[in-house]
């Protein structure tokens, strides 16, 4: 009965290279967001997501782009891997928030991506 | 844009010591106001959380927290901590109204609880 699940877990990889975390939500929520923890623990959004479509969209290289293929889904894909992105990444949802922004988000378990 | 504060980086306490933990915001505006509590090697989880009404709120596992909009201030207390609350803790805001309820979350505070 998880709520918000990431996968995988660990993710350990050469530089240069792409990879992709997914995010699923089973709380009927209707937006999704992308967080980065650095190894100072500190937490900053990248990506919110409402219904599908991209409502926050922080200062991030280009070489992320999120995907979100329905509104329980929302993937992060990475192109051209850099030392620098080594962090925990964190998925997150909450019901639909556009003009309250009082809605809790309940964060998923992290992906821990290690870039050598 | 909004920014937070936590003055505390790392809190070492006593169990059945009182903890108080800082939080400043900076925001023209109206914010919503959030504490998350993260224990090691797990995700992030809502302690309490602050809209409007009383300023003083309560959440899980015997936490409170007050909102002083003078001081533009959420401290986080509890009365006596417990060897289970060494984790970390994050203040967060979010703007009101709009802003997608994008939170700004603070740089946390490290909290270890000795027997």
């Known amino acids: 009965d998880t709520a918000v699940s990431q996968t995988p877990k660990y993710l350990v990889t050469q530089m240069g290279n792409d990879k992709s975390i997914k995010c699923e939500q089973n709380l009927g929520h209707d937006t999704m967001y992308w967080y980065k923890q650095d190894s100072k623990k500190f937490l900053k959004i990248m990506f919110s997501y409402n219904n599908k479509e991209l409502i926050i969209n922080e200062t991030v290289p280009n070489r992320f782009s999120p995907k979100s293929p329905d509104k329980a889904h929302l993937n992060l894909h990475i192109n051209s891997l850099e030392l620098g992105d080594s962090a925990v990444y964190f998925c997150?949802?909450?019901?639909?928030?556009?003009?309250?922004?009082?809605?809790?988000?309940?964060f998923g378990p992290g992906t821990r991506l290690t870039v050598l | 844009a909004q920014s937070v504060s936590q003055h505390n980086h790392h809190v070492i306490l006593s169990e059945a010591a009182s903890l108080e933990l800082g939080c400043n915001y900076s925001y023209g505006g109206t914010v919503n106001l959030f504490w998350y509590v993260q224990y090691p090697g797990q995700h992030l989880q809502l302690l309490l959380k602050?809209?409007?009404?009383?300023?003083l709120v309560k959440g899980i596992k015997g936490f409170e927290a007050e909102f002083i909009k003078s001081k533009f201030s959420f401290n986080l207390r509890k009365p006596s901590v417990q060897w289970s609350d060494t984790a970390e803790y994050f203040c967060a805001v979010s703007p009101v109204p709009g802003g997608g309820n994008k939170l700004t979350f603070g740089t946390g505070t490290q909290l270890k609880v000795e027997l």
């Open positions: 602050y809209f409007s009404g009383d300023p």
């Open positions: 997150a949802s909450s019901l639909e928030t556009r003009l309250a922004g009082n809605n809790e988000q309940f």
